[in-house]
């Protein structure tokens, strides 16, 4: 039944996904200018999603190879729809997306509320397909397995289908990152710093490959993310579940996540029908949120009474979703409000080195409150039910993600909308409607960060308790030598895998600065309008920096805990132990940390441009123009694929780690 | 014996230094101006540490009672002990170094050699007179409580020791680094970006309080730190060797610190001989330590074959010595050699931005390979000696502490008598000569700090063991709530700790910032040479700051292991366990990732400067400060306090510990 259920709720969530699909794409484009400009980027985000997928598809064989030959084929086959239902999320949203932001430039002609309309419809589709697909790929795989593959765990095959999630996602986050970050720095510093001109203007050659470069990073790099986000969450909670109440579990985790699926759908409808009203962006976001919220909790509540210990579970997933919505509130106080005057303050005063001091003080300063956040939920969700329920404080964390993606995925949409509208010479009421939308997906995007930084490291530490328990460890000792060795090695991958990403993006900014400024030397009359600039130039170097780049860095995923375990052989299970806590532990917090040192960055430069400090042009802008642009790497190439390479780590280890151990030490 | 060969040694090298104090107290200051800045300088140190210690030691006073009530009154004076021992090894080393540097300039009028000659009896001065100090206080400790006080066990008496090494430390380090680079962020922003002049030119208001800093943070507080990571070691040893052997224990560790000091002693005449005799810089310090070492490992493995199991132990003590060294080495790479190149290139291409990025990629990256080691140097120990190898590696990485902190202690030392000679208008060749000793000192400074760490991690882990130990605990199990919640809190304490150090640099050098350009606006015929600047004001600017600054970070490490042990009560034990692991593990990776990024900064700087990628003036060169500036903070405040604040959080919650849970938990 509850298996039924969800099945039909996250059916119910892609049909609605396409039914608003087609109603965006029957609106109207705009002029002719507009039409080709969205074509451009149209056309280069899917030549690099291809390319990438090429790229990493070649991995994704081999991996499923690996799978096949060490667990079973069917396990590798549940892998295989992992990663492509996974690379579905993100493509899908995305191509929605690129469509959705010329024609929500083309709404912010008439108003801000029809623009909010068609942004927000556009996000939906993103929100409703991850969430849609994740829980219709995770019931396909443990239905099929239980079903019909009497020889294969169905704790097995989520396992082996939450891989291929994450797997996908890790790619299509470091790719797109580095992609978008490259393009983004590169087309700042010559731009914005150099050549004096606004953001988006169509004469920088890099503007293209950063607007592209938003739509792969941003959005199809998100949309994978957060599928992988909720499937983790999900497989979590089932494969404790099971440990603990045996079968039954599923059904009650299936029917938790359907609901909140519907939940979502209601708020969605909610948010679209206040825009359409008229209500102000704000509060018709929030209003989607909230009733989505109120309605899961009711839901949930009424749920859980009806079987044992309910209420207890009620409790662990009720402490998730307020811990979340706390990390968030936490989040939205240091990139906003005080800490961003004194990071402008000190850009007015010190000028760049004294920006990027406080900016990092301020990320630092962020990461307490919400680590004390996430060990006061642990502690309560475990006293209410055990290790189940720090699963189940991640999955209620995420219940209601369809809303809260939809919100997240509107901003860069708008964020869009504002390119298209600057390169097309609309008018400059149209951009101050789009800016508006923008600034408003700024701080909703502070939230959801919260919300997947939270729930990452309680899936994280769910899919952890789940590796020792397979490993049949009774405990896991920090007195053990192996064990705090690797605690001390796995501390620092998470280091090791940002120093790669933002290296890479270090490096290719570096050349996409050097074919802006010989763009701008040697293409005559470029800088008087006269002449087009080589966007294509830019979306190759871009394109070549993220492909080559992204490789490394996922590789330490998978590569790691193979490493572990057969080189300490006996020792290997308590090793890698301690490297998955190593690497949790530091993982979460770097993601806290560069995610709400970027924002703060961003925002205090935000905040300058407002006319604080000097305003836009003044020394202080200058410097937290620098800030701003150490910060986008953090916040959007490093920070938010720590979350993935942590959990993948641990599935990796939780598939295979039984395995080696039969093998190496018999 | 061991005890009274062990305290012959370090009085020995307590008479070495005096006399080395004579000889360079002896020796011509060189023209009135030298004498007047030196002056200046000298007066201005022993200004701010008198009220550094006003403030410091109103919470020695307090904590001792503390202890005194809920320890016992002994152990109280033992902990007062530690903390006078740290402060006469800071103030009589910055003593003689704020002398030992004018000195320099003036020998360097004659050669390169006689200068060397004078810093490095300055430096040694500081070397001898920790490691001196060092044991004779804990010799002193153990001596007494086993001879005289039965009722305090003496591993409690050494504990105690170490937390006053540790308490003073942590205040020093912290206070002298706002201090310093309050001052030296603040004269180069204005000084070098904004105005154009050299560094230490005196028309800077701002330098004198630089070179103030110098003294007060470089060499004071290195000296109160490097005294306490020795005592620590020393304790680590004692504690875990006693619950190992026995009594037995201490005679060995007290036969392995004596014979380090001698070693050292060996190796400081070596250096002075050579230095006198004119061999080149380089090679004079290299011979020292590298006679020094070889010493030390001969007498070693001496003394070891002459006890059960000593060879085992001696593999720890090397394990720990060899594992220091190829940290240093690893450290050497990363600061210097292609990372730096690579630096000063994008500081070329892409400007501030991609310095910073570039500086802080290399700073994650190169704490992968000495974690990795670490790990290896704990495996090892503790294959051959349990957890009393991991002790003894520790202790093995600073046996020879003597000779590399002299090493280490030159360096400002050449620094200051460089400031001194730009400020006293000498000729170009003398500046030369000391440039040339300070280049060489900042190679070896980075070596001096992988051992701090590297010895940091070993030390707190083994003190780590030992709270676990004493609080009853035969395991610390990972996958109980309250351990991991505790590492969750714990990690994010190091990160917190350098937030609030960071801020107090970056308020404080925002303050100076406002005052070195007002006294440039205000003060007629200053930046032609005609009128002298206010110093005093600057000096009172970084006095405040860090006066005001130094508590709250401090704090820290003292509230953080009684708030866990008292909120969580009977699972206090667990949560504070899981805190000091967790802060061990991030406060490590952070301590590595701040020290190299910052001297990677620094050094990519003095690439560009030596006529790189456009050489001074450049856009580069300016990108290139900034970074430098950013790293101030980073490896001379927020870094090398990391490693303390580890160790007092550990020692605090080792003599605490037992006695709250005794008393909640009845």
Chains 1, 2 share one sequence.
């Not at 119910?12 to 705009?30: H, M, N, P, T, W």
């Not at 303050?345 to 003080?361: D, F, P, R, Y």
């Not at 642009?629 to 916040?635: E, I, N």
């Not at 993935?644 to 018999?666: E, N, Q, R, Y």
């Amino acid at each position: 039944m509850g298996l039924l259920l969800a099945g039909i709720f996250g059916v119910l969530s892609l049909i609605f996904a396409v039914a608003l699909s087609i109603s965006i794409l029957k609106r109207d484009q705009g002029t002719e200018r507009m039409k080709k400009i969205a074509k451009a980027i149209q056309d280069g985000a899917l030549a690099f999603l291809l390319e990438e997928y090429r790229t990493m598809y070649l991995w994704v064989i081999i991996f499923a190879i690996l799978i096949g030959i060490v667990i079973s084929p069917y396990v590798a086959v549940f892998f295989a729809l992992g990663t492509i239902f996974s690379t579905l999320s993100g493509f899908f949203g995305m191509y929605i997306a690129t469509r959705a932001s010329v024609r929500t430039t083309n709404a912010a002609t008439k108003s801000t509320g029809e623009a909010l309309f068609v942004a927000f419809s556009g996000g939906s589709v993103m929100g409703l397909t991850v969430t849609g697909l994740g829980v219709v790929g995770s019931l396909l795989t443990y239905f099929i397995s239980v079903k019909f593959l009497p020889q294969v765990s169905p704790l097995v095959a989520v396992t082996g289908y939450s891989i291929g999630a994450s797997f996908v996602a890790l790619f299509a986050r470091v790719g797109g990152g580095i992609y978008t970050k490259a393009a983004d720095v590169g087309a700042d510093l010559v731009g914005k710093v150099e050549a004096g001109i606004p953001e988006d203007d169509p004469r920088n050659p890099a503007v293209i490959a950063d607007n592209v470069g938003d739509n792969v990073g941003d959005i199809a790099g998100m949309g994978a993310d957060l599928y992988e986000s909720y499937v983790g969450s999900i497989t979590a909670a089932i494969i404790l579940g099971t440990l603990t109440l045996g079968n039954n579990a599923s059904t009650y985790i299936y029917l938790i996540t359907g609901y909140g699926i519907l939940s979502s759908i209601v708020g969605v409808i909610s948010s679209l029908v206040a825009s359409k009203i008229n209500i102000a962006p704000q509060k018709a976001l929030n209003i989607g949120s909230v009733i989505a919220n109120i309605f899961a909790i009711i839901v949930f509540f009424i749920i859980s009474k009806g079987i044992p210990n309910g209420t207890n579970y009620f409790v662990a997933i009720i402490t998730g979703l307020l811990i979340g919505l706390a990390i968030g509130f936490i989040t939205q106080y240091f990139t906003s409000a005080n800490p961003i005057v004194e990071i402008a303050k000190s850009s007015s005063e010190g000028g760049a080195a004294t920006t990027i001091l406080s900016g990092m003080a301020v990320g630092m300063e962020s990461t307490f409150i919400p680590l004390l956040l996430i060990a006061i939920g642990i502690i309560i969700s475990y006293r209410f039910s055990g290790l189940f329920g720090i699963a189940l404080a991640g999955l209620g964390m995420l219940s209601t993600l369809g809303i809260s993606l939809s919100v997240d995925a509107y901003g860069p949409i708008a964020d869009n909308a504002g390119g298209i509208a600057e390169m097309s010479h609309l008018s400059h009421e149209v951009r101050e409607r789009t800016d508006t939308l923008d600034a408003l997906g700024n701080t909703t995007a502070a939230m959801g960060k919260g919300f997947a930084i939270g729930s990452a490291a309680l899936t994280a530490l769910a899919l952890f308790s789940s590796y020792i328990q397979s490993m049949q460890m009774d405990t896991l000792n920090v007195m053990s030598p192996y064990t705090i060795s690797g605690m001390f090695v796995g501390t620092s991958l998470p280091f090791l895998f940002s120093a790669l990403a933002i290296m890479a993006v270090s490096r290719s900014a570096g050349y996409m600065v050097e074919e802006v400024r010989r763009q701008f030397r040697e293409i005559p009359g470029l800088m008087s309008g006269k002449a087009d600039p080589d966007y294509k130039k830019c979306i190759s170097i871009s394109t070549k920096g993220a492909l080559k780049s992204m490789i490394l860095p996922s590789l330490i995923a998978v590569v790691s805990p193979f490493a572990g375990l057969i080189i300490f052989m006996s020792y290997g299970k308590e090793f890698t132990g301690g490297l998955l806590a190593g690497a949790l532990l530091s993982g979460v917090i770097l993601a806290i940390y560069m995610a709400n040192a970027g924002a703060a960055w961003d925002n205090a430069k935000k905040f300058i441009e407002q006319g604080n400090f000097g305003g836009k042009g003044s020394e202080a802008h200058r410097a937290s123009v620098v800030g701003d642009t150490v910060g986008d790497p953090l916040k959007d190439t490093a920070g938010p694929s720590i979350n993935i390479l942590i959990k993948l780590m641990t599935t990796i280890s939780l598939l295979f780690g039984p395995h080696i151990v039969k093998f190496l030490v018999k």
